[in-house]
């Protein structure tokens, strides 16, 4: 007889004893279950792990909560803000709800907290996992197969956990700890394609990268070096070959079936061909290098030696992530901003076209080009790659830009890869190849990699 096993929700230990005094002393003028406090607690320190760096408050998804919590959701979360175990910033009507983060005052520990079968807590969350397995008959049948690879694989945990306790910082513990436990539950692994960007989110898309290697089995990884950079030079040239031809209507990405025109707006689709065209000499020049340093792998090594080593790789890392997806300009107090104009000028000295290309694509709205990017991005390696490699019988596992395929089918996986580059870019990227479950890896070409001697 199968038993049921109780949910894991994370509640670190210094707010769970506060809650409870709090609760004792002013006790809700609602009827409540204190596991509903712990849930949101859950869902917030979640939220607050994962968010993207630099957001101090974070949106929440409360037909999420509703789903779980269907009644007095409201009134949980305002009790928790009276109680200042969670804050908030501006509401604007018509404009922006709430965001909300947990008080920085409260310790973040790995304490979880059982919800038992049987509690109305546990059918809610039971039932709510359930639905969400409901919409994978919607699957197309490539991506059918790569859930079910998901969904099967073995991870050591233990060794997981253990690897993770050694780590000083008790937020990084706490993240990681929560990842290996959400995957360790069958019932808690996901895999859904994001209706924005069109990426697959699943339980390794956030994994440590040191964690995948608790994949119990031989894989390897194989992910596109520099990805964005490379993606945005593919968009670039494209755009570049349309001005060049004098062929102002740029219907679509060959690759997309996407009118640009649309997508940016053709007033900014032109402002790229006059750039180009009043310059075209320098801005070819300009491109060639761009495109030569994204193509070979080395993009940040080329901004790391133009400035002689003055930056380090992650800082470089950081600045391109700056420029790509910061706005233009804000307004604060009827003053004109640059967001990380130093960041922005560091990368414009070393390619001043692919600089202002990149301000022109973001003019009307800078979240467009990111999204875009990671659409292309998401239609290689999961619309084609990925499709391609299923029908080959190698399942993949997919985080964004990479894929990790059991070992013994590298060298076919590697064919298929620089097959899908070539068909649709002209072009095979430099990759880099990872041995993992702790063995040796390299950066390398995909070209050279010794995997791929039968090739």
Do not use: W
């Not at 928790?80 to 409260?106: A, M, Q, S, T, V």
């Not at 030079?233 to 649309?262: G, V």
């Amino acid at each position: 007889m199968k038993v049921n096993q109780p949910f894991k929700i994370f509640v670190p230990t210094s707010i769970k004893n506060s809650l409870l005094k709090y609760l004792e002393r002013n006790p809700p003028d609602f009827k409540y279950s204190e596991f509903n406090f712990y849930f949101i607690i859950n869902y917030l320190l979640y939220k607050q792990m994962y968010a993207k760096e630099k957001i101090e408050y974070f949106a929440i998804n409360y037909k999420h909560l509703k789903s779980v919590i269907p009644t007095n959701t409201n009134k949980y979360m305002n009790y928790l803000f009276i109680g200042e175990f969670i804050l908030r910033d501006n509401y604007i009507p018509g404009k922006k709800p709430y965001h909300y983060k947990l008080n920085p005052k409260f310790e973040l520990d790995c304490n979880t907290v059982s919800v038992e079968p049987g509690t109305r807590l546990y059918e809610k969350m039971h039932r709510k996992f359930r639905n969400k397995k409901a919409h994978y008959n919607r699957l197309k049948p490539h991506l059918m197969e790569m859930k079910n690879k998901l969904m099967n694989i073995s991870f050591d945990s233990d060794a997981a956990l253990q690897f993770v306790s050694n780590n000083t910082d008790l937020k990084k513990q706490l993240a990681y700890t929560m990842q290996i436990e959400y995957l360790k539950d069958k019932r808690t692994r996901y895999f859904s394609r994001n209706n924005v960007n069109n990426r697959l989110d699943t339980n390794l898309t956030n994994l440590k990268s040191d964690l995948r290697n608790y994949i119990v089995g031989d894989f390897t990884h194989i992910d596109l070096k520099n990805s964005q950079p490379f993606f945005l030079n593919q968009l670039i040239q494209y755009m570049a070959n349309k001005s060049h031809h004098n062929d102002s209507t740029l219907i679509c990405c060959d690759y997309l079936c996407f009118d640009l025109c649309k997508v940016f707006g053709i007033k900014l689709v032109k402002s790229v061909f006059k750039i180009h065209q009043k310059q075209k000499e320098s801005n070819l020049v300009n491109l060639k290098k761009f495109g030569d340093a994204v193509n070979s792998g080395r993009f940040y090594d080329h901004i790391l030696e133009y400035f002689n080593s003055q930056y380090t790789r992650d800082e470089v890392k950081d600045i391109m992530f700056k420029v790509m997806f910061s706005q233009n300009v804000v307004y604060k107090n009827y003053h004109r901003i640059i967001p990380y104009e130093d960041e922005k000028k560091v990368f414009a000295d070393v390619f001043p076209f692919i600089s202002e290309v990149i301000k022109i694509l973001k003019h009307k709205d800078h979240k467009t080009l990111p999204i875009f990017l990671t659409k292309i991005e998401s239609f290689i390696f999961i619309d084609c790659i990925s499709k391609k490699l299923v029908s080959a019988g190698i399942m993949p596992l997919t985080i964004h830009d990479s894929v990790i395929i059991e070992t013994i089918h590298a060298p076919k996986a590697m064919e298929i890869i620089k097959n899908v580059f070539i068909e649709h870019f002209g072009v095979i990227p430099a990759l880099h190849v990872t041995r993992m479950n702790n063995k040796p890896s390299s950066n390398i070409n995909c070209l050279n990699n010794p995997i791929l001697n039968n090739i």
